[in-house]
């Protein structure tokens, strides 16, 4: 009998801990989360604040360093490397999208795209950067600053920011916070269709019950905790 050939998920978080120090002490945040994500899929991260969902993020960007349990992603041990390797790590494989859209001011829209390709040593950064604007509809915009541009362009640029390296997995902490419901509305439409155009996996960060669902998969975390997994009810189910 031929043996099947197993894929490794691109994320995997076993016993998953992260403890934050807080002026009065220490603050268990991550209280033992196990997540495994395949390469490609789209996950809604809900729950209330405080539950540990923004936190969960900065682990899987390398921004914070777990406190126990381990952290693979893209077959990589983060709890593993120093602040350099994690840096290249970023580089080469995460886009992350903040609900603050975290645009250098004193750089133009294209300046502020071309960055993470300059970093990684990108010859055709800023043709790339003008191309990755001009996807999501600003290629008129490419010469201007953040404070010329409104909310929904400045969040725009942040994604074409995002996604410009095409990375492999792509953060996103309430991406459309800031803005109205239809220009957050068009910007989601942009997001979730520049990840299936680069068959990204998308980890979504919401409040939004319904850009939950649109993800396929919702996974629900309260007081540090995963409660709920979509995935592990289909898979019960099947």
């Given at each position: 009998?031929?043996?099947?050939?197993?894929?490794?998920?691109?994320?995997?978080?076993?016993?998953?801990?992260?403890?934050?120090?807080?002026?009065?002490?220490?603050?268990?945040?991550?209280?033992?989360?196990?997540?495994?994500?395949?390469?490609?899929?789209?996950?809604?991260?809900?729950?209330?604040s405080g539950?540990?969902?923004?936190?969960?993020?900065?682990?899987?960007?390398?921004?914070?360093?777990?406190?126990?349990?381990?952290?693979?992603?893209?077959?990589?041990?983060?709890?593993?490397?120093?602040?350099?390797?994690?840096?290249?790590?970023?580089?080469?494989?995460?886009?992350?999208?903040?609900?603050?859209?975290?645009?250098?001011?004193?750089?133009?829209?294209?300046?502020?795209?071309?960055?993470?390709?300059?970093?990684?040593?990108?010859?055709?950064?800023?043709?790339?950067?003008?191309?990755?604007?001009?996807?999501?509809?600003?290629?008129?915009?490419?010469?201007?600053?953040?404070?010329?541009?409104?909310?929904?362009?400045?969040?725009?640029?942040?994604?074409?920011?995002?996604?410009?390296?095409?990375?492999?997995?792509?953060?996103?902490?309430?991406?459309?916070?800031?803005?109205?419901?239809?220009?957050?509305?068009?910007?989601?439409?942009?997001?979730?269709?520049?990840?299936?155009?680069?068959?990204?996996?998308?980890?979504?960060?919401?409040?939004?019950?319904?850009?939950?669902?649109?993800?396929?998969?919702?996974?629900?975390?309260?007081?540090?905790?995963?409660?709920?997994?979509?995935?592990a009810i289909?898979?019960?189910?099947?």
């Open positions: 009998m031929e043996e099947q050939s197993v894929t490794a998920p691109l994320i995997a978080a076993e016993a998953l801990v992260f403890t934050a120090v807080a002026a009065s002490g220490p603050v268990q945040v991550l209280r033992g989360v196990d997540l495994s994500v395949a390469a490609g899929e789209a996950v809604g991260i809900v729950g209330p539950s540990g969902k923004t936190s969960l993020l900065m682990l899987l960007a390398g921004l914070e360093k777990p406190t126990g349990g381990r952290l693979v992603v893209a077959g990589q041990d983060l709890g593993a490397m120093d602040e350099d390797r994690l840096a290249r790590f970023r580089r080469d494989n995460i886009g992350i999208v903040f609900q603050a859209f975290h645009l250098v001011p004193t750089m133009t829209a294209l300046e502020n795209v071309a960055v993470p390709l300059e970093f990684a040593g990108r010859r055709d950064a800023f043709d790339r950067a003008a191309a990755a604007l001009r996807e999501v509809g600003l290629g008129h915009r490419l010469e201007h600053y953040p404070g010329q541009l409104s909310g929904g362009e400045q969040q725009r640029v942040a994604l074409a920011r995002a996604v410009v390296a095409e990375p492999r997995v792509i953060l996103a902490d309430e991406p459309t916070g800031n803005l109205d419901r239809a220009t957050g509305a068009a910007v989601m439409d942009l997001l979730f269709g520049l990840r299936t155009r680069m068959g990204t996996t998308l980890l979504l960060i919401t409040h939004d019950p319904l850009l939950a669902e649109r993800c396929g998969r919702q996974v629900k975390i309260e007081d540090g905790r995963i409660v709920s997994d979509t995935a289909r898979m019960a189910a099947e």
